[in-house]
């Protein structure tokens, strides 16, 4: 008869951390890349992809929810939000995959929700601020919730670097600017630090 062995419950291989790096460094530098070619595509029919961003409150357009998180309004748009995209999708993926996933997917969502609810009349809103605004929040907030100190350490950080943007980007003063999107991407990252925070791993005795 066996006694006192103990294992965990789970997979039976884990990704080791150079794993995850090399995973989530190519996620994030295939979805940037995804969005500089969208971009051209736009640019190269004359602006054809702008129609999928999201006109408030017309119910047709709540199929553009989604695709308006990928679609920018010149290159100049895409730059400004491929660098911060890049990195906070980089340290956010860094936690797993799945769970990377389900935040940008409420993220996304939630953000395009509420930008079709909230936004003022006869605009056009599109681009992936709203992300990096949530996983901002994400990042910010994820350490404190599962009291991590490394997260701790990341989310001090993010926050010293891009405070001031994110502080600056939620102010309703900048002309041609969705605060009202960035404002609820940082909000919805917020939350998906709560509902999807990492729990202690259990373990399993057999006797």
Do not use: Y
Not at 1 to 13: F, S
């Amino acid at each position: 008869m066996a006694g006192g062995v103990r294992g965990t419950l789970g997979p039976e291989r884990e990704w080791s951390r150079g794993d995850r790096a090399k995973a989530a460094a190519k996620l994030m530098v295939g979805w940037v890349a995804l969005l500089w070619i969208l971009e051209v595509v736009d640019v190269a029919t004359d602006h054809a992809l702008d129609d999928f961003g999201i006109v408030p409150r017309s119910v047709p357009e709540l199929v553009d929810v989604v695709p308006a998180s990928f679609i920018h309004f010149g290159f100049g748009h895409v730059a400004a939000n491929s660098v911060p995209l890049l990195v906070l999708g980089f340290l956010a993926a860094l936690g797993g995959l799945r769970r990377f996933a389900a935040v940008c997917a409420l993220i996304i969502v939630a953000d395009g929700l509420g930008v079709w609810l909230m936004s003022p009349d006869h605009t056009n809103t599109a681009g992936a601020s709203g992300i990096v605004f949530g996983l901002f929040g994400f990042l910010v907030v994820t350490g404190f919730v599962e009291r991590r100190l490394l997260g701790v350490a990341v989310g001090v950080l993010v926050a010293a670097v891009w405070g001031g943007a994110i502080l600056g980007g939620i102010a309703p003063t900048a002309a041609g600017v969705s605060w009202q999107g960035h404002l609820i991407g940082l909000v919805t990252g917020v939350v998906a630090a709560f509902v999807f925070r990492r729990r202690p791993s259990r373990t399993a005795l057999t006797s």
